[in-house]
């Protein structure tokens, strides 16, 4: 068993004034806090409708012993509910990590509108780092793709977890 690591890193308070891109970002950044402090991989996911957050996860593969509970299936899964429909065209998903094939397959078949993530992941990015599945030739849905909101941050959480996580073992 690792031992877990305390997270350094503080929980973030956004200004409710501006609810932009900046706003929900900063949400899931603390979604990836809320990871951290449950000894998860730090990545957390907002989806947002307008102004609205519908749905708000972080990784729990662990907690779960799913390899498929990342933050962005639990988000996407609840947003559905949310809202009361399976397609999100109208929808915003904000994760501080590029999403890997399987989130970015499900953010192509929920028709997320827009996908915004924080720092690339050139190694199992689905959305342009490794592959490009919002790219697909004959796909009947593209979300449109934005990144870089907070990569900074969220950057140095993911090399701070995996370098005190290398230091335990
Ligand atoms: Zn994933």
């Known amino acids: ?68 509970a990342h933050a962005e299936m639990i988000a996407i899964t609840m947003a559905a509910k949310s809202v009361g429909d399976w397609r999100l065209n109208d929808c915003r998903l904000y994760v501080t990590k590029e999403p890997c094939p399987m989130c970015a397959g499900a953010t192509v078949m929920s028709r997320l ?10 190694k199992m990015g689905g959305l342009g780092g490794a592959t490009s599945l919002h790219e697909l030739p004959f796909s009947n849905h593209k979300p449109k793709v934005f990144r870089q909101t907070m990569e900074l941050e969220c950057r140095e959480m993911l090399q701070a977890f995996f370098k005190l996580q290398r230091k335990s073992t």
């Not at 973030?12 to 891109?21: I, T, Y």
């Open 1 to 68: 068993m690792k031992k877990s690591i305390e997270c350094p890193f503080q929980k973030v308070f956004p200004s409710q004034l501006e609810k932009g891109d900046l706003f929900f970002m900063q949400l899931a950044y603390n979604e990836a806090v809320n990871a951290w402090t449950r000894d998860e991989v730090p990545v957390g996911a907002v989806i947002a409708m307008g102004e609205e957050v519908v749905a708000s996860a972080f990784n729990q593969t662990r907690t779960q012993s799913d390899p498929s």
């Open 113 to 122: 509108g827009e996908v915004h993530f924080a720092v690339d992941d050139p």
